[in-house]
């Protein structure tokens, strides 16, 4: 929907960007935001379409450093289209788009599919993200420069971490002069092995190959080292366990370039959904157990990890929240636990899951939205701090959410192609009400209220 | 000839008196009350029986349909479940992943779709795959599924013909040691007889190689084993200690390809430290009974002589393993309709 000027009245406001979180109104036209603040009714131009924000909240909207767009290659578990869709009912503005597409993101031409095809037919903004090494292969460095230029966000071998110490090295060495992070998901193959889920009682019960923690941490301590001694920038993609939040700490703490994300489930569910039920107390595996939406890497892990990682987002020592949203088809997931893919359609219940957080006092609802919005922008660079305020003269990308509404998770209604999620039939609390981008309203509830327009129509 | 013999022969519920449970899979033992393997092993008894018998046909099941679906090889635990269906007058199709459409790609979901569409009642699976068996119950609506062994998860069948087996020869399973030796990180009879023995009342003590065990079972109390069973389940990588007294003691299978993998410095350190033979067993309680779930390597987890000698309750496992898969069969493919 196209609207010259929109005013939010009566809603809180929270932009961590200066600190601000308090009611009052945002004022939108043109693309970008005019004022936010208490604004007098009288100021407000003729004809702006008003909308009531009583008891929402508005902030600017979601960037998402990590999703699954699966195209090109890949469009029967989803496309550009309905990701962004996805994206937008789920309060995402921005979608940064993993290279594990096929043909892989290791030259500009398919950087250029990937923009003309989201000019098409994407509703928010995708920034693709370009492969670290030719073909995501580990063996030789992709060029780099030719795909900066051409405008992805960052690097990465997605699923497929850089193996090779001495690659990695090479890597953030020659990067360096960029000013693009490395995002890697860090996991050991040599201790992961087989592992379909993570090392634990659960694992054992249901005889599945556990993935340790050590995995996870062992190449998180070797990038960090790698990092400090190339001056690279690193960013630590979806931190799982308890144990990496104190290298990242330490990390920081001697003021290395290092950042880190965690993912909505990460933060809410347990391996104790392996067994069904949904993570509720069972001592024996139900008829329901080995549930592949479950399966996701990293895995599901003990409440200990949850805690921690919870903690360490709190604390700012996790800079972000990304969704790694994985969408797959149903075939893909309708098979043995050990065949089932990984991953988890995360983009519609992100917001839902973290508010749990927030409902129970373990995260800030601030603290919560820097780590959406702002918290994404310090990873990819000063470039994209437009996109995560609220202060006039910045570009108006926000969201508008109930945090207080209640639904039901009903995967068949997902926008997006992926209906893989452990969430399904759960109740979760706080939704999105519209989404903007660039001024325009992209996506609206039905519990969107308008007003009227300003000067009467 | 043989067939109308059968028929004449008393109805199997009035001579065993057998009272079906309502339950529709058998898919590992964690959901077995102790009742339940109690009913279980009553029924197997009568079972036992008829398989003592000149004429071993009863009509229990005469008009079912059961079909063994084995992706992985199998001697025992594929011919005793065709041997009780035929016994209990079901008729037994057997089918394996290699020439059947599993060859042409179809999917495990596929596969058991198709045989249910084609009515049968009870389906027998063996699956490399642990949870494989979970996927069929979960998506077939119309048959019964029983675990035949799936990836390192469970073999509850298994576990109660041992069950039954020390039963029957030790009167009860309450307040016994049994120690279950060698590669238990990897093996579903194990997982599901650390289960079922601790179920009936007995101590289990694993012993082998640590780097065999699963990692939190030696690590920490925060086990599923050690959280249910407490302190009844026990690890001691020491045989010789771990078998001092010790009532029954069952070898597991280590498979040759576990030393390549790195989990053993060699079969000849395994051997030395884990071989289950006569000098070690003189630590075991007198007239100790040794088991072992098939197939064994002799040689290398058990000595040829303790495999063979009088200890030894390996044949009797078999045999008692036809009776409880017979109880089984029964069990799922008559209870449910029963209820209707």
């Known amino acids: 929907m196209e609207i010259e000027t929109l005013v939010i009245r009566h809603a809180r406001i929270i932009d ?46 979601f960037i998402d450093l990590h999703c699954h767009l699966r195209e090109p290659g890949f469009e029967y578990k989803e496309t550009i289209a309905a990701g962004s869709k996805a ?69 990465s071998d997605d699923g497929d971490p850089v193996y090779d110490g001495n690659l990695m090295k090479l890597a953030l060495t020659y990067s360096s002069d960029l000013g693009l992070v490395i995002s890697n998901h860090c996991q050991e193959k040599s201790l992961s092995c087989n592992g379909v889920m993570a090392e634990g009682p659960v694992a054992t019960h249901l005889g599945l190959d556990g993935i340790p923690a050590a995995a996870e941490e062992a190449m998180i301590a070797r990038d960090i080292a790698l990092s400090e001694a190339t001056g690279g920038r690193l960013h630590v993609a979806h931190l799982s366990t308890a144990g990496s939040v104190p290298l990242v700490r330490e990390a920081k703490n001697r003021g290395l370039n290092v950042t880190a994300e965690v993912c909505p489930h990460h933060l809410t569910v347990t391996d104790q959904w392996v067994l069904g039920a949904k993570g509720a107390p069972t001592s024996a595996a139900g008829g329901l157990a080995y549930d592949t939406s479950t399966k996701v890497y990293p895995p599901l892990r003990s409440q200990m990890d949850v805690e921690a990682l919870i903690v360490g987002l709190s604390e700012g020592v996790i800079d972000c929240i990304a969704t790694d949203h994985a969408p797959h088809d149903l075939t893909s997931k309708q098979v043995t636990y050990q065949e089932a ?32 919005t702002l918290g994404p922008t310090k990873v990819l660079g000063e470039n994209y701090r437009d996109l995560a305020s609220l ?59 308008f007003q009227g327009v300003r000067g009467g129509a | 000839m043989s067939l109308s013999r059968a028929i004449d022969t008393p109805d199997i519920e009035g001579s065993l008196a057998v009272k079906p449970t309502v339950r529709k899979h058998v898919l590992d033992l964690d959901d077995f009350s102790r009742e339940e393997i109690e009913e279980v092993l009553d029924s197997a008894r009568g079972m036992k029986e008829v398989l003592g018998r000149d004429i071993k046909k009863v009509p229990a099941l005469r008009g079912k349909v059961v079909v063994t679906l084995f992706y992985e090889a199998s001697t025992r635990t594929r011919v005793s479940f065709e041997e009780a269906g035929k016994v209990l007058s079901a008729d037994v199709i057997n089918m394996s992943a290699s020439g059947s459409s599993t060859e042409k790609g179809e999917s495990l979901l596929n596969t058991g779709l198709t045989i249910q569409a084609m009515g049968v009642d009870t389906i027998v699976i063996r699956h490399p795959h642990s949870g494989a068996p979970y996927l069929l119950a979960q998506e077939l609506d119309k048959v019964s599924v029983i675990n035949a062994g799936d990836g390192l998860h469970a073999h509850p069948t298994q576990a109660l013909l041992d069950i039954y087996t020390v039963k ?50 030696i690590r920490s109390d925060n086990n599923i084993y050690r959280s249910t069973f407490s302190s009844r389940i026990e690890v001691d990588t020491n045989l010789a200690r771990a078998i001092e007294g010790a009532d029954v003691v069952m070898a597991l299978r280590l498979q040759r390809e576990r030393q390549n993998a790195g989990f053993l410095p060699s079969l000849r350190e395994y051997i030395r430290r884990w071989q289950v033979t006569d000098d070690l067993l003189a630590r075991a ?43 089984l069969l029964y069990h799922v493919t008559i209870g449910p309709s029963q209820q209707l």
């Open chain 1, 16 to 61: 961590p960007s200066c600190d601000l979180d308090q009611v009052g109104d945002v004022l939108i036209g043109s693309g970008e935001i005019l004022a936010t603040g208490s604004l007098s009714l009288d100021s407000l131009p003729d004809g702006a379409s008003v909308i009531d924000g009583t008891g929402l909240v508005v902030t600017p909207g």
């Open chain 1, 87 to 155: 994206g937008a009912k789920g309060g995402f503005t921005t979608l940064c788009a993993m290279p594990n597409t096929n043909p892989p993101v290791d030259n500009a031409a398919v950087v250029e599919f990937i923009q003309q095809k989201a000019q098409q037919d994407s509703l928010v903004r995708i920034l693709p993200i370009g492969c670290v090494t030719k073909g995501r292969k580990g063996l030789e460095l992709s060029e780099m420069e030719e795909l900066a230029s051409a405008g992805v966000a960052c690097f």
């Open chain 1, 341 to 372: 893919a990984f991953g988890i359609s995360v983009l519609e219940t992100a917001l839902g899951s973290l508010l749990q957080l927030v409902h129970t006092g373990k995260l800030s609802m601030a603290a919560m939205v820097d780590r959406l």
């Open chain 1, 391 to 449: 202060q006039p003269g910045t570009t108006a990308d926000i969201v508008i959410f109930d945090p207080d509404q209640e639904w039901m998770v009903d995967a068949s209604e997902f926008e997006s192609k992926g209906k893989n999620t452990p969430l399904d039939g759960t109740k979760l609390k706080g939704r999105v009400v519209a989404t903007i981008v660039g001024g325009n309203l992209i996506y609206e509830s039905p519990a969107l209220k």
């Open chain 2, 168 to 217: 029957d020869k030790l009167g009860s399973l309450e307040g016994l040691k049994i120690v279950i030796v060698g590669d238990v990180l990897h093996s579903r009879v194990a997982r599901s007889n650390i289960w079922g023995f601790a179920k009936m009342g007995a101590k289990v003590v694993l012993s082998g190689p640590n780097t065999l065990m699963p990692p939190d079972l």
């Open chain 2, 285 to 327: 309680k007198p007239g100790a009974m040794v088991m072992h779930p098939g197939p064994m390597n002799e040689g290398i987890e058990i000595s040829n002589n303790i495999a063979h000698g009088g200890s030894s309750v390996i044949e009797d496992q078999v045999t008692n393993g036809v009776a409880v898969r017979m109880a």
